[in-house]
């Protein structure tokens, strides 16, 4: 089946730690986003990529660190700089950039910092 | 002033109601609309996707686009308990693939 896979589904951190959350796709999509996902607040966009060794800053970057060396793959690490941690975090990709993209979302990681 | 508003409800309807969801964007630079479904814990799913004023239908549900007003809306006809969801509105920049996103409106849909 193709589709997302976001790894783990629950995550625990203690305080000044770094987590790396895993987001896989078998989809052959070029375009792979990383968003965050609070109450009440929508989806705020963290670091997309748009092709292999290449990505950008979002909205809300500050904190976060990303790599994409892989096509398939692109992890986010949530480093100890970031303030509040604690959300629901989706990993996106899309077959393309520019117009009328359409993009398919994984199953999520909920982060809990203790 | 934020690019897509989308009033946060929640919204809670009976078995069988017709539902209006609405969100207004402040652009009209950008021609592309989306809205997305987000079941409890999980991710959204895209449900429909529009890029031109007017209506687009597909089932018991229809997206309408208003230009002119830069009003964008999801109608839902019949509503099921299954309906009851998270329920994103977002608008494609054109330039750099990225999606902003209304906040979403929690529907419940009582039996």
């Known amino acids: 089946d193709g589709g997302i896979t976001q790894s783990p589904k629950y995550l625990f951190r203690k305080e000044g730690q770094n987590v790396t959350l895993s987001c896989e796709q078998n989809l052959n999509h070029d375009a792979m986003y990383w968003y965050r996902q609070d109450p009440g607040q929508g989806l705020r966009l963290i670091y997309y990529s748009q092709i292999v060794n290449d990505f950008q800053k979002g909205d809300i970057a500050e904190g976060y660190s990303v790599s994409r060396e892989k096509k398939e793959s692109f992890p986010l690490t949530v480093t100890s700089a970031q303030k509040n941690p604690t959300a629901f975090y989706l990993c996106a990709s899309s077959t393309r950039t520019g117009t009328g993209n359409e993009q398919f979302f994984g199953p999520g990681t909920r982060l809990t910092v203790l | 002033q934020k690019e897509v508003e989308q009033d946060p409800g929640p919204l809670s309807v009976p078995e069988g109601a017709i539902v209006s969801l609405n969100c207004t964007y402040s652009n009209s630079a950008f021609q592309y609309f989306m809205w997305y479904r987000q079941y409890s814990r999980k991710g959204p799913e895209l449900l429909m996707y529009?890029?031109?004023?007017g209506n687009k239908e597909d089932g018991r549900f229809t997206a309408q686009v208003d230009k002119s007003s830069k009003y964008i809306s999801l109608f839902i006809r019949d509503s099921q308990p299954s309906d009851s969801a998270t329920y994103l509105c977002?608008?494609?920049?054109?330039?750099?693939?990225?999606?902003?996103f209304g906040k979403g409106i929690t529907l419940s849909v009582r039996p």
């Open positions: 977002a608008r494609h920049t054109g330039a750099n693939s990225k999606l902003t």
């Open positions: 529009t890029y031109s004023s």
